[in-house]
């Protein structure tokens, strides 16, 4: 098996862990930020595993689950929880939670319109490196992923540094900040990728995912550490 196959193994094997972390946390403390990052953690690795099936063989339905989950619409969901944890003014966030989930309903639409023609697909070669020939040229569905890429690009990444910035300024839990910004350089990683997939660079797409899901849940596991607790003082 070919590097460039054993990747997608590798980020779904990162990506499980770090669903079910986030998942725990949620349960204990709840909160909308939690819960989307959740759902888009979820769509990563979905696409993951779907494209380190296809590395293998082809199958119509995990081909569609792997463009609209993997390619289209993880990064915008996680954008949005951090939007839900930064934003104060709630109807703010739920305006753009409804765009959003409007967004991805008509985006799976065109995803389960869109021909595709299975006759095009090589096995071995990477999903990332043939999609444009399985798919139509103008598939409206392609239309909509740099928007949803766009808006989580600026949320997520913008996010993470503010929250850096932030802790950073108040000189206050330093592995939180180190946190944030190993978030926001694993969402950077995933985004380069995708955009050099777009320019036909389909090569770089697994290693950008799995230096993203690395550098995520590193981050996340660092910014959700717990302090120390201060040792108590001994009687004289």
């Given at each position: 098996?070919f590097?460039?196959?054993i990747?997608?193994f590798?980020?779904t094997a990162v990506?499980?862990?770090?669903?079910?972390?986030?998942a725990?946390?949620?349960l204990?403390?709840r909160?909308?930020?939690?819960?989307?990052?959740g759902i888009?953690?979820?769509?990563f690795?979905?696409g993951?595993?779907a494209e380190?099936?296809?590395?293998?063989a082809?199958?119509?339905w995990?081909?569609?689950?792997?463009y609209l989950?993997?390619?289209a619409?993880?990064?915008?969901?996680?954008?949005?929880g951090t939007?839900?944890?930064?934003v104060?003014?709630?109807?703010v966030a739920?305006?753009?939670?409804?765009?959003?989930?409007l967004?991805?309903?008509f985006a799976?639409?065109?995803?389960?319109?869109?021909p595709l023609?299975?006759?095009?697909?090589?096995p071995?070669?990477p999903?990332?490196e043939q999609?444009r020939e399985i798919?139509?040229?103008r598939?409206?569905?392609?239309?909509?992923?740099?928007?949803f890429?766009i808006?989580?690009?600026?949320?997520?990444v913008g996010?993470?540094?503010y929250?850096?910035?932030l802790?950073w300024?108040?000189?206050?839990?330093p592995n939180?900040v180190l946190?944030?910004?190993?978030?926001?350089a694993?969402a950077l990683a995933?985004a380069a990728?995708?955009?050099l997939?777009?320019?036909?660079?389909g090569?770089?797409l697994y290693?950008g995912?799995?230096?993203a899901?690395?550098?995520?849940?590193?981050?996340f596991?660092l910014?959700t550490?717990?302090?120390a607790a201060?040792p108590?003082?001994q009687r004289p």
């Open positions: 098996m590097v460039q196959q990747l997608p590798l980020s990506m499980a862990p770090f669903v079910v972390a986030v725990r946390r949620y204990e403390r909160g909308a930020h939690l819960l989307l990052w888009g953690l979820a769509m690795g979905l993951s595993f380190a099936y296809l590395a293998l082809w199958n119509p995990i081909f569609r689950i792997w989950f993997g390619a619409l993880n990064a915008a969901w996680l954008g949005q939007v839900y944890l930064l104060r003014r709630r109807a739920h305006a753009l939670l409804v765009v959003l989930a967004g991805s309903l799976a639409y065109l995803m389960l319109t869109t023609d299975p006759a095009a697909y090589t071995g070669r999903i990332s999609y798919m139509p040229p598939a409206p569905v392609r239309m909509t992923t740099p928007f890429n808006y989580g690009l600026l949320t997520l996010g993470a540094l929250s850096a910035y802790l300024r108040r000189q206050t839990f939180r946190g944030n910004v190993l978030i926001a694993g995933v990728a995708s955009t997939t777009r320019l036909g660079l090569q770089f290693l995912e799995l230096a899901a690395t550098l995520m849940f590193a981050g596991l910014a550490q717990r302090p201060a108590a003082p």
